[in-house]
Structures are given as structure tokens and as C-alpha cells.
């Protein structure tokens, strides 16, 4: 089927405006967005994007998880609809950007189709994807994984926040628990714009990030546990300190993660230290090992190192650790002809583009497993995100759409 012409666009202005609206809701303390999955705030922006998706002419499903399809119907019945989306909920201090550009760009396609009165052959469905972030409810990128067969349904719905409240009572109590089964949807093709979240696309002034990989990750929650005792009476000898044991593994982390470069990363984010006093020795110590890399067997060999290495600093420590995986995917390679699509359409826009691995998890990772995907990534300011500082310009989000659009709506099909 013939592409659209280079002279069709989406409208930045009205992708913009709908971006900084979102951003209203869940705002966060220092200019960006606390808008955590199934929070009072996430509801809220989930209403926003009903009232846009009913007055785009879509129409609204949603599944057990949770999550959103809003459907613009095609010509063939028959047809396999094509996916486009991200997610609308936010780290505890998360950006404007970091999915919602995903979601609101797949909605401004279809109101620039509708402002065009072009019809696609196959569907397009609009997609917010539950608990993407995995920051209240662990892992991340959960309703996506349930709906691809990572995760069972039942064992999701089980997962707590820090508060002891279950994921399904939540979704429950904000009124988006779904009667739609879960991945009972057959998709022709899934595509996904992001902001990079990294800093090569802008430091090399690139407009588009071709996504041809997505490295894998590995979650290990440690809990390290000593002996709380008066910090001033305790002899050093005598000292069994989960305190220390979490710094020699931070440091032990951190040169796992250097031995694999230039692809590897590594670090340890949450950390929980009790009883967390002045005056004590930390008894216990729980934190998070979050290491990636786009290679299965260096990802496998960064595990292995890295739990041989902490029995190695708590025996000499008289200490113990127990290790729990609380999150994993494999490295991803996503279709080749969905990345021809998004390649193809930067070219065909004048976009200067090159091809990037993504170093964080998406929902496009897990739906890689169940349907041809691809994503299309937009540069950031100083690569910065889950962070309120995170930003982009109004071009950059554009362009993105820009080549979002053209690669759905070619997979899609134009009707003459």
C-alpha cells in the first residue's frame, strides 16, 4: 500500500497543549509529576484521556489490568488492529514526559486522521498500559507482562505497596478494574514513542532514535541483616553492620557493572535501613540491584558475579543477605519490519535518525513477545528523566510524533 505523503503532519501545537494539560494532574514538588499507578491522581488522568479518546470518536475498553484500549474502527472488519501507546502513570517524582508523550502521541495520529478524513484499512487502537513504572506496585511494566503471559493475573493482583495495600484492591477502589480479559487482543503491530531517557540522541543533535534493541534487566532485592547495637558501646570488632554490608555492595555493583562496558549498567536505587537512627548500627538493610545489558550472557554472568560477591562480604562481615529477583526481562529484538517502518518514515519526513538500543524497560518489550513491535525514540534534555527536571522541546515531541504517525498509519493502510 502506498505511504502517506511527507506533507502530512500531526499538529504539535495540539500534541503540546494536551501534554501540559496531563501534566496538571498528579503534580509533583519541584515543576514534573507524582501520578503513581492506581493513585487518586492516576484515575484522574485516566478520565482525561477517556473525555479526549470519546471526543477523537474512539471507543473505550478495558481490560482486568486495567489498561485502556481506545479504538478508531477500520474499514475491514476483519483486519488485525494496529497498537500505539505508553503509559500515563509517573514515578514518585517523574517528569511530563515519560510515557505520557507515548499515549497523547498516539492520540493526536488518530485526531490528525480525523482532521484529514483519512480512513486505514485496519483499526487503530490507543493504548495506556497499567503500572508501567513498577514504583508503587513491583515490577515494572506489569498489566503489559500480564497481557503477553509473563505474569500470572492473580499473582499481579498480589503484589503490595510499601503500605501493605494490594495492587487489585487498588485498581478496584479508583474504578478501572476492567471486565475485558486479559491479551485476549490480537494486534497486526504495536508501536511506541518515548522520550530516549538517555543523552546519545541530543549530544549527537539526532531528531529520531531508531529502536532496533532493549536491554535486559535483572531486579535483585536484597535484604541484609546485622545486629542493631549502640553505635557509641559497640567495640568495631563486635559490629555486625548490614550498613556497611549495603556499602561494599553498592561498591561490588558498580565494578561488576564497569568490567562489561561499554553496553552494561548497574546501581542500587530503593534503599530501606531500619531502625534508621543516629544512634544505632543498622540492624537490616533492604535494597534493590538493578542491572542491564543488551547481551542475555552478559546479564546472566553480571547475576552470577554480583550474588557470589555479597556471600562472599557477608561471611566476612558476620552478617547474612538473602536475595529475591524481583524483576527480569531478557534483552529484546524487535521486528524488523516495524523498525523499517519507523526508519522509513524519519526518511521520508527528513528527519535525521540513527539506530539506538533502549537501556530502559518498556511496555513494548513485553509486547515484542505477542505481536511485531517497535519503538520510536525523541531526544531529552541532558538525557535526564524520572526526574522533575526531565524535558523536551515542543520540536523534538513532533518530530516524534511526526515519524509515529507515518510508520501506524502505513502499517495500517491507507483506503483511497
Given amino acids: 500500500m502506498p505511504a502517506p505523503g511527507e506533507n502530512l503532519r500531526i499538529n504539535g501545537d495540539r500534541l503540546w497543549d494536551s501534554l501540559m494539560e496531563m501534566a496538571r494532574i498528579g503534580p509533583g514538588v519541584a515543576g514534573g509529576n507524582n501520578r503513581q499507578t492506581l493513585t487518586d491522581a492516576d484515575g484522574?488522568?485516566?478520565?482525561?484521556?477517556?473525555?479526549?479518546?470519546?471526543?477523537?470518536?474512539l471507543t473505550l475498553g478495558?481490560?482486568?489490568?486495567?489498561?485502556?484500549?481506545?479504538r478508531r474502527e477500520g474499514t475491514d472488519p476483519k483486519a488485525l488492529p494496529v497498537y500505539v501507546g505508553s503509559h500515563l502513570d509517573t514515578q514518585p517524582t517523574g517528569g511530563k514526559f515519560d510515557g505520557v508523550l507515548g499515549v497523547l502521541g498516539g492520540l493526536e495520529v488518530v485526531r490528525t486522521l480525523n482532521d484529514l478524513g483519512i480512513k486505514t484499512r485496519h483499526p487503530i487502537v490507543v493504548t495506556n498500559w497499567t503500572n508501567e513504572e513498577g514504583t508503587r506496585f513491583a515490577p515494572a511494566m506489569l498489566a503489559s507482562g500480564v497481557f503477553a503471559g509473563v505474569h500470572e493475573q492473580d499473582w499481579a493482583y498480589d503484589r503490595k505497596d510499601r503500605e501493605g495495600k494490594r495492587f487489585g484492591d487498588e485498581l478496584e477502589r479508583i474504578g478501572w478494574k476492567g471486565g475485558e480479559p486479559v491479551g485476549a487482543r490480537k494486534m497486526k503491530a504495536f508501536f511506541e514513542l518515548h522520550i530516549e531517557q538517555g543523552p546519545i540522541l541530543e549530544d549527537e543533535g539526532?531528531?529520531?532514535?531508531?529502536?532496533?534493541?532493549?536491554?535486559?534487566?535483572?531486579?535483585?532485592?536484597?535484604?541484609?541483616?546485622?545486629?542493631?547495637s549502640h553505635t557509641g558501646s559497640t567495640p568495631m570488632p563486635k559490629r555486625r553492620n548490614a550498613g556497611l554490608g549495603l556499602a561494599r555492595i553498592t561498591e561490588l555493583v558498580h565494578e561488576v557493572a564497569m568490567d562489561y562496558q561499554p553496553d552494561a549498567v548497574g546501581a542500587i536505587g530503593h534503599i530501606e535501613v531500619f531502625p534508621n537512627s543516629r544512634n544505632i548500627i543498622a540492624g537490616k538493610v533492604i535494597c534493590t540491584i538493578d542491572i542491564r545489558s543488551p547481551n542475555k550472557a552478559v546479564l546472566d554472568e553480571m547475576d552470577r558475579r554480583i550474588r557470589a560477591g555479597i556471600?562472599?562480604?557477608?561471611?566476612?562481615?558476620?552478617?547474612?543477605?538473602?536475595?529475591?529477583?524481583?524483576?527480569?526481562?531478557?534483552?529484546?529484538?524487535?521486528?524488523?519490519?516495524?523498525?523499517?517502518?519507523?526508519?522509513?518514515?524519519a526518511e521520508r519526513l527528513g528527519y535525521s535518525h540513527r539506530n539506538i538500543v533502549s537501556g530502559?524497560?518498556?511496555?513494548?518489550?513485553?509486547?515484542?513477545?505477542?505481536?511485531?513491535?517497535?519503538?520510536?525514540?525523541?531526544?531529552?534534555v541532558d538525557g535526564l528523566s524520572h526526574n522533575e527536571a526531565e524535558d523536551i522541546s515542543k520540536e523534538w515531541a513532533t518530530a516524534g510524533a511526526d515519524v509515529l504517525f507515518h510508520a501506524v498509519v502505513e502499517t495500517a493502510e491507507i483506503v483511497a
Fill in 206 to 228: 539526532i531528531d529520531i532514535g531508531v529502536v532496533t534493541h532493549g536491554q535486559g534487566l535483572k531486579w535483585l532485592q536484597v535484604t541484609i541483616t546485622g545486629k542493631e
Fill in 311 to 345: 556471600a562472599g562480604i557477608v561471611e566476612a562481615l558476620a552478617i547474612t543477605a538473602e536475595i529475591e529477583q524481583v524483576g527480569h526481562f531478557d534483552p529484546v529484538t524487535f521486528d524488523e519490519g516495524c523498525v523499517k517502518a519507523v526508519r522509513d518514515a
Fill in 62 to 70: 478495558v481490560d482486568k489490568m486495567g489498561t485502556m484500549f481506545a
Fill in 360 to 380: 530502559a524497560g518498556h511496555d513494548a518489550c513485553w509486547i515484542n513477545r505477542v505481536a511485531p513491535t517497535a519503538m520510536v525514540m525523541c531526544p531529552c
Fill in 44 to 57: 484522574e488522568g485516566r478520565h482525561l484521556f477517556k473525555r479526549w479518546c470519546e471526543a477523537a470518536g
